[in-house]
Nanobody
Framework: QVQLVESGGGLVQPGGSLRLSCTAT????????MRWYRQAPGKQRERVAF??????NYADAVKGRFTIYRERAENTMYLQMNNLGPDDAAVYYCHATVWTNERLPPNTYWGQGTRVFVSS
C-alpha cells in the first residue's frame, strides 16, 4: 500500500511564502513523476507543477514564483511558493506515479490535500 503524506499548508499574508512537502510511503520500488495540483472553491482541479527524473514544468499562473523539486532518496517532493496572492488560495494535492514492484506497471496516487490560505 502506498500513501502520499502532505504537509506545509497554512495561512500566509499576500506576498508571503510557504513550502509544501509530499512524501511517498509504503511498499515502493520506484517513484516516477510527481505533481502538485490545486483546487480552489468552485473551481476545477488544476495542475500546478510537475517534476520528473530531470525535468520540471509549471502552470503559467505560477511560473517564476513557484519551484518544484524532489529529494529522490527520501521519495519526497517539495513546492516552494513565493509571492503568494489571493488566487493561490486552494487545497493543494500531491500526485505521484509509483511502482510497487519492478515486474508490475505503476499506479498513480493522490495525497489527502493541504490547504493554503492567503489573507491579510
Amino acid at each position: 500500500q502506498v500513501q502520499l503524506v502532505e504537509s506545509g499548508g497554512g495561512l500566509v499574508q499576500p506576498g508571503g511564502s510557504l513550502r509544501l512537502s509530499c512524501t511517498a510511503t509504503g511498499t515502493i520500488w520506484s517513484v516516477g513523476g510527481m505533481r502538485w495540483y490545486r483546487q480552489a472553491p468552485g473551481k476545477q482541479r488544476e495542475r500546478v507543477a510537475f517534476v520528473g527524473h530531470d525535468s520540471t514544468n509549471y502552470a503559467d499562473a505560477v511560473k517564476g514564483r513557484f519551484t518544484i523539486y524532489r529529494e529522490r532518496a527520501e521519495n519526497t517532493m517539495y513546492l516552494q511558493m513565493n509571492n503568494l496572492g489571493p488566487d493561490d488560495a486552494a487545497v493543494y494535492y500531491c500526485h505521484a506515479t509509483v511502482w510497487t514492484n519492478e515486474r508490475l506497471p505503476p499506479n498513480t496516487y493522490w495525497g489527502q490535500g493541504t490547504r493554503v490560505f492567503v489573507s491579510s
